[in-house]
């Protein structure tokens, strides 16, 4: 499902469980759906319940996809050598990890260590096994590359996994192990994925493994929309499910429920621009709005104060109240200006 912003993803999800529970009597236990922040996870099942009632929605599982790895390595530690009450540890605490074994190897100091990690991990969610880095210009790769197999040797002596573990070590048992892949397959017959966009190279692998041939296969996502390259996410892995599962059916959500015309016409015309496999065309039925004015400033000050005078005159023209009007900023850093600029000028 290609669902552009403001369409109601979360929502094809939730009712897709309740039509598969209702109208064909699927089993909720063979039914898994997951997401990627817990709120998310909370928030789609407080919905499924809305839809099904609790007794049907209890035996879910609607879950993020490391809660959903942590399950899978709880009951299954024993063919990884490991024991079912293993440790987590926390970036920091791999990073710690880390400044060990490159303190004994004498391969750097101490202030690399936390980028070596990071390198790992990036390696992790990108779903390789081993390091492709032996660049000699590139020395946080080459580290990375030399202690990874020593990194994993201790956190299988601590009875340890790491938070990318959570979806690299499920992956590599189903994989490795058919009879666990038929088990976890028989549990998530019908897998429900949301914000497919932000799925790294692990997640998408871990979704194939468990999809098996796809008939129970459902992806709720918008390439358009995928903003986190930064920590492994692969907005092509929308396209590649045509490759892998050629007999999916591609459904497009272009209703945008959340933003008038004017606004979708020049988010239309700019993503546009970006290469893509699906095209989509958002429209709204909510009238076609005020004009996009673009403000030019000096700096943040200048900014502030143009922000601040722009509301007062059009409060004062529109006879509106104080809390019509909201000012969103990227960064925290933004608001000081803002605020001493509001408070000079009496606006609550």
């Keep these: 499902?290609?669902?552009?912003?403001?369409?109601?993803?979360?929502?094809?999800?939730?009712?897709?469980?309740?039509?598969?529970?209702?109208?064909?009597?699927?089993?909720?236990?063979?039914?898994?759906?997951?997401?990627?922040?817990?709120?998310?996870?909370?928030?789609?099942?407080?919905?499924?319940?809305?839809?099904?009632?609790?007794?049907?929605?209890?035996?879910?599982?609607?879950?993020?996809?490391?809660?959903?790895?942590?399950?899978?390595?709880?009951?299954?530690?024993?063919?990884?050598?490991?024991?079912?009450?293993?440790t987590l540890l926390d970036p920091k605490d791999a990073a710690v990890t880390v400044q060990e074994i490159m303190r004994g190897e004498a391969l750097g100091d101490?202030?690399?260590?936390?980028?070596?990690?990071?390198?790992?991990?990036?390696?992790?969610?990108?779903?390789l096994t081993t390091g492709p880095s032996d660049d000699v210009s590139d020395p946080i790769g080459r580290t990375a590359n030399a202690i990874w197999p020593e990194y994993e040797a201790r956190l299988h002596a601590c009875n340890a996994f790491d938070l990318d573990d959570l979806i690299t070590k499920p992956a590599r048992l189903f994989r490795e192990y058919p009879e666990c892949l038929d088990r976890w397959q028989a549990r998530a017959r019908y897998l429900l994925v949301d914000e497919y966009q932000d799925t790294n190279g692990a997640q998408y692998e871990l979704v194939q493994l468990l999809a098996g041939?796809?008939?129970?296969?459902?992806?709720?996502g918008d390439d358009d929309q995928s903003i986190y390259a930064w920590r492994g996410a692969q907005a092509g892995n929308i396209a590649r499910l045509a490759d892998d599962f050629p007999g999916l059916e591609v459904v497009k959500l272009e209703q945008n429920y959340r933003s008038m015309g004017r606004i979708l016409k020049a988010a239309n015309s700019l993503i546009s621009n970006n290469p893509r496999v699906y095209e989509k065309n958002l429209f709204s039925e909510a009238g076609?709005?005020?004009?996009?004015?673009?403000?030019?400033?000096?700096?943040?000050?200048?900014?502030?104060?143009?922000?601040?005078?722009?509301?007062?005159?059009?409060?004062?023209?529109k006879r509106t109240r104080w809390s019509d009007y909201a000012v969103l900023y990227r960064g925290n850093h933004q608001a000081r200006a803002l605020e001493v600029k509001l408070r000079e000028m009496n606006v609550p």
Excluded at 29 to 36: D, L, M, P
Excluded at 213 to 220: P, R
Excluded at 296 to 310: H, L, N, P, R
């Design 1 to 86: 499902v290609l669902a552009g912003a403001g369409s109601g993803k979360t929502g094809v999800i939730t009712q897709r469980v309740a039509w598969l529970t209702r109208e064909h009597e699927v089993d909720p236990r063979e039914i898994v759906a997951v997401t990627f922040t817990n709120k998310a996870a909370r928030e789609m099942k407080e919905r499924v319940v809305g839809l099904v009632g609790k007794a049907d929605a209890k035996p879910l599982t609607v879950s993020t996809f490391h809660r959903f790895g942590m399950r899978v390595l709880r009951e299954e530690a024993a063919l990884l050598d490991y024991r079912p009450r293993f």
């Design 110 to 127: 101490a202030d690399t260590a936390e980028r070596v990690q990071w390198r790992i991990s990036r390696w992790k969610n990108l779903g």
């Design 213 to 220: 041939n796809g008939a129970g296969l459902t992806v709720v």
């Design 288 to 317: 076609y709005g005020e004009p996009i004015k673009v403000l030019q400033c000096q700096d943040d000050g200048s900014e502030a104060s143009t922000i601040v005078a722009e509301i007062m005159g059009h409060r004062f023209r």
